[in-house]
């Protein structure tokens, strides 16, 4: 642990040494935001998402979250999956990402395009409205 905390520990938890220490590193494993989807990957992901549900056994949620992360401009993962229904104005067709949930610590208003507006609609049925 990097805590600065346990810096003077001798141990943590009883372990002296990292028992996953001698599993070498998988380099490729180690590189982050080297590749991007081509645009024939995204499409197909896309429409594997929408359609293909042989294809891609995941819930109907998890497959709503992939698209919106896509749909709305590269938002993380954690701002789109802690939005609550109160973020979304319906009639002006944007989210707001509070301070709260915001990595900069700062509030935000993302533009609904038709596609991520239509899934949050799906969504929000699929959820009863709240």
């Known amino acids: 642990d990097n805590d600065p905390r346990y810096f003077s520990l001798e141990s943590k938890f009883g372990i002296k ?13 180690e590189r982050i ?4 989807l081509e645009w024939r990957e995204l ?10 549900y042989d294809l891609v ?15 709305l401009g590269g938002q993380r993962p954690y701002e789109v999956i802690t939005l609550e229904w109160w973020n ?18 700062k509030d935000h208003i993302v533009p ?6 239509e899934i949050l609609q799906k969504q929000y049925e699929l959820s009863g409205g709240g």
């Open 57 to 71: 056994p995941i819930g109907q949620d998890l497959r709503h979250l992939l698209q919106l992360c896509i749909y």
């Open 17 to 29: 040494y990292n028992p996953v220490a001698p599993i070498p590193k998988q380099k490729d494993g």
């Open 112 to 117: 609904l395009n038709g596609l991520a507006f």
């Open 88 to 105: 979304v104005d319906w009639e002006e067709k944007f989210i707001c990402i509070t301070k709260e949930r915001s990595k900069n610590k």
């Open 33 to 36: 935001g080297e590749r991007f």
């Open 43 to 52: 499409r197909r992901l896309l429409k594997d998402l929408r359609e293909n």
